[in-house]
């Protein structure tokens, strides 16, 4: 296919970390658009906490995606830098796979795509879900923004006021489509007081 023809192309990697339902929200909004190819990667602890955090999980995440890719599936096209890709976001995103991003572990196909997103200067969102923050993790995270990645805690804000969780997870998976460039109709922007 002809470059200018080509599909706009997401990576979603989903880790073991509680927060499934932002990556539900994310898959079906990225994954809805018939202009857009979304490859999801999913670890082996994603799917424990999926079934934990929601009622058939893995099958609502991998139905918008166009290709699911194992996290062990080293040879799948996100491992390469000659694959092009518009974007990867990892959410959420565990402290184990920001500490092995953050220090060029690439011991596993999300790990590898995220130092390929970094090396290749493509945007590389991470969503991490955890509380409070250790010393070790603070460094991770200023570790990876050093390198060029995107840090988006999952903190939603209360101005808009939000009437559900629905309206909570839209504003944190806003703000994720927000810096990969895509437009959505999730949240409004801040017009000021």
């Excluded at 990667?41 to 166009?66: D, F, H």
């Excluded at 184990?96 to 011991?107: E, N, Q, R, T």
């Excluded at 927000?178 to 922007?189: F, K, R, V, Y």
Aim: net charge positive.
């Amino acid at each position: 296919m002809p470059s200018s023809a080509r599909p706009r192309c997401h990576v979603l990697a989903v880790t073991g970390a509680s927060g499934m339902p932002y990556a539900l929200r994310l898959a079906q909004v990225m994954g809805s658009d018939s202009l857009r190819e979304l490859h999801v990667i999913v670890s082996q602890a994603a799917r424990l906490v999926l079934e934990t955090e929601t009622k058939n999980g893995l099958a609502l995440l991998t139905r918008y995606a166009t290709a699911v890719w194992d996290e062990k599936d080293i040879g799948a096209p996100p491992a390469s830098g000659s694959w092009r890709h518009n974007g990867m976001v990892v959410c959420p995103c565990s402290m184990a796979s920001l500490g092995a991003i953050a220090h060029g572990l690439a011991s596993n196909l999300i790990h590898r795509a995220a130092d390929v997103s970094l090396k290749e200067k493509r945007p590389l969102i991470l969503v991490p879900r955890e509380t409070p923050f250790s010393r070790i993790h603070v460094q991770n995270m200023l570790t990876v923004m050093d390198a060029g990645a995107t840090i988006i805690p999952p903190c939603p804000g209360f101005y808009a006021r939000p009437q559900t969780i629905a309206d909570l997870v839209d504003q944190v998976v806003g703000r994720i489509l927000d810096h990969l460039g895509i437009d959505h109709g999730l949240t409004s922007p801040w017009t000021g007081v």
